[in-house]
């Protein structure tokens, strides 16, 4: 059973064009976290949202925190071929431990 | 220096051999980790360390050995691994300052195929 689910799992999209990465789950989160992965290397923290309804921007990336803090979505406005990579994220229930979705691997073409 | 450093990046081994996965970081954090992650999945947690001392471990079977030897290393023994445990392997490191899970640092990780 997967606890938070990513939607899409796989995106390839032309450069410029503008995406939203969805993260939903029936549970309540004590925050969320979006990370992105690229081949051979660590997930690197974008942002971690932990208010209801919080919105969060990084230069063309804007990250929302759904108001029951049960779902958060990512999106990306005029994608570049930089953005490329796998996109998680992964959320805090309590004190218990990080869950991760199964990702979403997202390519923008030139 | 924010930086979670793995050692070796690459590794393979028999599955009669013994090695250790590395990892250091010198950014004050309290909390360290182990994950795995398989291709094309997320990162499963492994084991998580505060304050030097052990306080999860996610089942994970006996031939996988932590040891956390003082607050800016954390080693991963292993011995008498199988084909299945291949596997990109993941250190990363936390502030305890809130809690647990706060702003997790990763390494670069070490992508281990056991033959």
């Known amino acids: 059973t997967q606890l938070l689910k990513q939607s899409p799992q796989f995106l390839s999209i032309q450069e410029g064009e503008n995406l939203t990465v969805y993260c939903n789950s029936s549970?309540?989160?004590?925050?969320l976290q979006w990370y992105r992965q690229e081949p051979g290397e660590g997930p690197v923290l974008l942002v971690t949202?932990?208010?209801?309804?919080e919105v969060k921007k990084l230069k063309r990336l804007t990250f929302q925190f759904g108001d029951a803090r049960k779902d958060s979505s990512l999106h990306i406005t005029a994608a570049q071929p930089g953005d490329t990579g796998l996109y998680l994220c992964?959320?805090?229930?309590?004190?218990?431990?990080?869950?991760f979705g199964q990702g979403t691997r997202l390519t923008i073409n030139p | 220096d924010t930086e979670v450093t793995q050692t070796p990046k690459h590794l393979v081994m028999g599955m009669t051999n013994k090695k250790s996965l590395k990892c250091e970081q010198h950014m004050g954090h309290r909390a360290m980790y182990w994950y795995k992650q398989k291709a094309k999945k997320p990162p499963e947690l492994m084991f998580v360390?505060?304050?030097?001392?052990?306080?999860i471990n996610e089942s994970v079977p006996s031939r996988f050995s932590p040891e956390c030897p003082n607050s800016s290393l954390l080693n991963l023994h292993l011995h008498a691994l199988q084909p299945e445990d291949s596997a990109l392997y993941l250190c990363?490191?936390?502030?305890?300052?809130?809690?647990?899970?706060?702003?997790?640092?990763f390494g670069s990780g070490t992508q281990l195929s056991v033959l």
């Open positions: 549970s309540v989160f004590s925050s």
């Open positions: 990363a490191s936390s502030p305890i300052g809130q809690g647990l899970w706060e702003k997790l640092f």
């Open positions: 992964a959320g805090v229930q309590g004190a218990q431990k990080l869950v």
């Open positions: 949202v932990v208010t209801g309804g």
């Open positions: 360390y505060s304050y030097e001392k052990l306080s």
